[in-house]
């Protein structure tokens, strides 16, 4: 079974860019859907990107065009760039990983990381 561990994330100003990285264990990485998910306060979990087994990748339509979401198989990590940070993306960010998804939503994901905080100021 898939263990996540994340770094990264911290404060930057609006404009500004963040990388987060979520190491994986397990010999069967490469075959898990890898996802990004995202909770502000008072708010749903929400899913900012997803990448496939083959490297396809989904994004919500509030990050298009600014984060970016990929996955080494070799070195059992997947990335998520963030670039034109926006005081609406702070929240706290998550990485998850499933074998089969449906859907890039909380509930179809088995497996998550302990998150970690991103905050964008004005």
């Known amino acids: 079974q898939v263990q996540l561990v994340e770094s990264g994330g911290g404060s930057v100003q609006a404009g500004g860019s963040l990388t987060l990285s979520c190491a994986a264990s397990?010999?069967?990485?490469?075959?898990?859907?890898m996802a990004w998910f995202r909770q502000a306060p008072g708010k749903e979990r929400e899913g900012v990107a997803d990448?496939?087994?083959?490297?396809?990748?989904t994004y919500a339509d509030s990050v298009k065009g600014r984060f970016t979401i990929s996955k080494d198989n070799a070195k059992n990590t997947a990335l998520l760039h963030m670039n034109s940070l926006k005081p609406e993306d702070t929240a706290m960010y998550y990485c998850?990983?499933?074998?089969?998804?449906?859907?890039?939503?909380?509930?179809?994901?088995?497996?998550w990381s302990q998150g970690t905080q991103v905050t964008v100021s004005k």
């Open positions: 998850a990983a499933d074998q089969s998804p449906r859907t890039m939503e909380a509930h179809e994901y088995n497996l």
């Open positions: 397990g010999d069967t990485y490469s075959t898990y859907f």
């Open positions: 990448i496939d087994s083959d490297g396809s990748a």
